[in-house]
């Protein structure tokens, strides 16, 4: 991802942030009283304030230093969303079954984390571009796969069998944590303190970018 730093936002401060996915509908009301919806974006984009997490003056530098060396909205970098950031439910822990990635073949090596939302209704599937390096767990059929038969690029999201290691048959399935790749929303932070020891960002606006 051009103009991307594998770095992670301060999880101190992230961890007070508040926000979460985001769609665009259009809606159009006819005269019968029924109405036509179109979804303009394929997969949500999400949206957090991490102003709320700033609890002192060593978060407020933290955020500061962090912001400065992005270089605002310029270059973008990880994000931890406190709720959303591993294949299973937050207290849940990762197993090598918790997504679907596709049926192996014999031929295809490469397969893109994703993770699914799902009900009786329908399913969302999400792209993962970026795992958190050393959680990933993978298994073929049911099985755990050797974590030396594989490779994962944590900057793009994928995991690779090695030559000779490509599986003829069954589901590849993975877990795995993973941060959100975002940028800075604006290029402009207002500090406000408050007393000598203490101080607020009243707003950190960040938006999740797509590869």
């Known amino acids: 991802m051009a103009g991307f730093h594998e770095v992670r936002f301060p999880l101190r401060v992230a961890l007070g942030t ?22 303009r974006w394929q997969d949500a984009r999400r949206h957090y304030d ?3 997490g700033v609890r002192s003056i060593d978060d407020l ?11 605002g909205q310029f270059h973008g970098f990880r994000f931890r969303d406190p709720v959303d950031h591993k294949s299973c439910a937050p207290a849940a822990t990762i197993t090598a079954q918790d997504q679907f990635l596709g049926d192996a073949d014999g031929a295809t090596a ?23 390096s050393g959680t990933v767990l993978v298994s073929v059929a049911g099985s755990p796969v050797q974590a030396a038969d594989y490779t994962v690029d944590s900057a793009a999201g994928t995991v690779t069998f090695k ?10 399935r993975a877990g795995f944590a993973f941060d959100v790749p975002v940028r800075f929303d604006t290029d402009r932070i207002d500090i406000d303190l408050a007393q000598f020891d203490a101080g607020r960002i009243p707003s950190i606006p960040l938006v999740e970018i797509k590869p």
């Not at 209704?121 to 792209?127: L, S």
């Not at 030559?163 to 590849?172: D, H, L, M, R």
């Open 163 to 172: 030559p000779g290691k490509i599986p003829a048959s069954g589901a590849v």
């Open 18 to 39: 508040s926000g979460g996915p985001v769609r665009r509908t259009e809606i159009v009301s006819l005269s019968n009283g029924r109405e036509n919806r179109n979804r």
């Open 61 to 71: 530098y933290a955020v500061l230093a962090f912001f400065e060396a992005r270089a």
């Open 50 to 52: 991490a102003g709320s």
């Open 110 to 132: 490469t397969f893109q984390l994703v993770k699914r939302y799902a009900d009786a209704g329908g399913e969302a599937v999400r792209r993962i571009d970026k795992p958190v």
